[in-house]
């Protein structure tokens, strides 16, 4: 009795000295703002002619992320970071979700903002979801999150809010609002500008924490995706920029940048900022067709390419251990759930199949990630959209405001990764690309009139295996797999490991019940 009373007692001893210094730290405020379609090239300290002298100071005096991967979209990259797993560990790896499609992340997935809940966090988001409306229980204010102002779908005008999709088994198309207050239609907001509305929101809600209780705020920011809309200031800067699309793209950005200085100067006010930290991310490479540069990286947004899933990034906090520098580890948008956690001082156990790492020693004292591999998808329901100048869906002409549709791999093999089908994973410096990565272009520096233009037709690649060293050759100009059959070998067997463990993929048709009807905006309806 006694000797276990003795091992009791000196169990309590031990981990009371080892969590001490945890204790001591109150778990700091977390701010996370995503940015939409932002492009490698689309930020000064990238060296773009768009001005972005905010993001460029937050960015040098804190942790710049120079090897730092996100997903070629926007529903899974925010899956990702909600959820800290792979795409196939979801059932979500084709696409993203559509206005009418009846499904969102799965409910039984616990995500960031529940976790952060019960670590006693404070928990409030704004801006874009983008993971599924259908039912209430798929709602932000459903899924861990106190409050939420923003839209629910992929895409909207700027000023009236509003989204038009083509309903095909309804041949109808049906424009209509598409912002709420917790799960109230918000109306009231029309022409006020979203980069202005959702700062102002969030804002208020820094305004409005009490400071003693630790606070997470989800900034999903509507900029700078489709469509080209920005009040006239922030262009007029940008006289010197030929192409219409850019120079309305860089007013964006330039919107994004002052909302971006505005929170922090927020955060400062209310004597919130010396225990923050607050990340900056995209969450997928930009379209070149809105405007956005990828420059020198190959591809863009829906592609595999490095113009896909290489993304801007940092981190800026008083609480970094190396402020000023830039890291060049791997790291990837799955670890920011388990990093955030374990700042929050919650706990990971529990979490099946969890793909992320917690890399905050990385970040803050630059040590070397504990990351080596990322899958960066698996789709076997992947086709290219031909042409792939026109991205449906994405831009507001109701007539291409329909989704592509899919068709189901032709390839079925049993024995080894069948290379035919959309995938790509990164080991080291090493990647492999199988089947059509999707737009293999390399378009030229914004301004420069050499090279494949925006429009350009993109020509479909006859390999179906490729293998890039893309420390030494981040631009995927030289493919290596002839020289290396071994890693081509040992990637190709991680494939089909990860693809043997693959939830069966979730892409149900469009549900004609979508409908808002004249009146009604977008949101649930099941
Ligand atoms: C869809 O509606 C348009 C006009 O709104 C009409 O021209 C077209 O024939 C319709 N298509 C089908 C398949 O009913
Ligand atoms: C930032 O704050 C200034 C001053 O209050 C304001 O004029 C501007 O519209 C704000 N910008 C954004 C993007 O919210
Ligand atoms: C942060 O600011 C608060 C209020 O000004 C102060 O009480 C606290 O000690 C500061 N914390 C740190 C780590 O400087
Ligand atoms: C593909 O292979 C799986 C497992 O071997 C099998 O169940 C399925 O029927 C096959 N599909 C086609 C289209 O051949």
Redesign the pocket.
Known sequence: MLRILRILLNTIVISAFFYLPFLEAKPPHIIFILADDLGWNDVGFHGSEIKTPNLDRMSKSGVQLDNYYVQPLCTPSRNQLMTGKYQIHTGMQHQIIWPCQPYCVPLDEKLLPEHLKEAGYATHMVGKWHLGMYRRECMPTRRGFDSYFGYLAEAEDYFTHQRCYHISELNLTRCALDLREGEEVASGYTGT?S??LF??KA?DLIGQHDPTKPLFLYLALQAVHAPLQVPERYTAPYSFIKDPHRRLYAGKVS??D??V??LT?ALMTHDLWNNTVLIFSSDNGAQTLMGGSNWPLRGRKWSLWEGGVRAVGFVNSPLLEKPGTTSRELIHITDWLPTLLKLAGGSTKGIRTLDGFDVWRTISKGMSSPRLEILHNIDPLYVDIPPCSSDPGLTLPPESAQRPQSVVSRFNHSDGFDVHIHAAIRYREWKLLTGYPGCPLWFPRPGSVSGPQPSHWCPTPKAAIRLYNVVQDPEERDEVSALNPKMVDFLLRRLQHYQRNAKPIVFPDDDPKCDPGPKEAWGPWA
Request: hydrophobic share 30%; charged share 15%; net charge negative.
């Open positions: 500008y980069t202005h700062t102002q804002i919107a994004m002052e909302a200085g505005n100067e």
